[in-house]
T-cell receptor
Framework: KQEVTQIPAALSVPEGENLVLNCSFT??????LQWFRQDPGKGLTSLLL?????REQTSGRLNASLDKSSGRSTLYIAASQPGDSATYLC??????????????FGSGTQLTVLP | NAGVTQTPKFRVLKTGQSMTLLCAQD?????MYWYRQDPGMGLRLIHY???????AKGEVPDGYNVSRLKKQNFLLGLESAAPSQTSVYFC???????FGPGTRLTVT
């Protein structure tokens, strides 16, 4: 059974700092990996989706990398801002036949960026 | 274009009561999902649907039923609520998982 782990559970950094959030998964047979952001009391918003054949994806100040063989992904946030404060979750979709290819989520890293 | 909407936003139930949560999407997605989110446990898939008239079990389906009579709507039912079903429930649609705002349910 796929397990997704995100460490640390919480992280606090001063504004302007570059930071890395980590995600590890136990089964490397994945179809893709997705990073989400969740603001308090809100739903999830997709940030980046990396296909299994890709090594990284970039969107603005965000860069996500994928090392399938070692079961790891990182989300790099450049020049962090207080508005980046949120919980970041990663999720993996398995590579197997059948419909839906259900996502398995990590429990998230709660990021606080201090002004 | 409202995306994914959920009703109600909040609900308090007594043990044994029943209720239905409604999810609606206007993006013409085939796939729809129901998740629950509990502290420290991430999101867990309850049920999902790959198209109108179809449903399938996810990771934690016990105590829940679903229906997808129309493509745009996905209903989650609790026939006899239990305190263990206290959670935040999220609906999502599409392969890239567009999420609704959630329903916070408390069962006393």
């Amino acid at each position: 059974k796929q397990e997704v782990t995100q460490i640390p559970a919480a992280l606090s950094v001063p504004e302007g700092e570059n930071l890395v959030l980590n995600c590890s998964f136990t089964d490397s047979a994945i179809y893709n990996l997705q990073w989400f952001r969740q603001d308090p009391g809100k739903g999830l918003t997709s940030l980046l989706l990396i296909q299994s054949s890709q090594r990284e994806q970039t969107s603005g100040r965000l860069n996500a990398s994928l090392d399938k063989s070692s079961g790891r992904s990182t989300l790099y946030i450049a020049a962090s801002q207080p508005g980046d404060s949120a919980t970041y979750l990663c999720a993996v979709r398995p590579w197997r036949s059948g419909s839906a290819r259900q996502l398995t989520f990590g429990s998230g890293t709660q990021l606080t960026v201090l002004p | 274009n409202a995306g994914v909407t959920q009703t109600p936003k909040f609900r308090v139930l007594k043990t044994g009561q029943s209720m239905t949560l409604l999810c609606a999407q206007d993006m013409n997605h085939e796939y729809m999902y129901w998740y629950r989110q509990d502290p420290g446990m991430g999101l867990r898939l309850i049920h999902y649907s790959v198209g109108e008239g179809t449903t399938a079990k996810g990771e934690v389906p016990d105590g829940y039923n679903v229906s997808r009579l129309k493509k745009q709507n996905f209903l989650l039912g609790l026939e006899s609520a239990a305190p263990s079903q206290t959670s935040v429930y999220f609906c999502a649609s599409g392969h890239e998982q567009y999420f609704g705002p959630g329903t916070r349910l408390t069962v006393t």
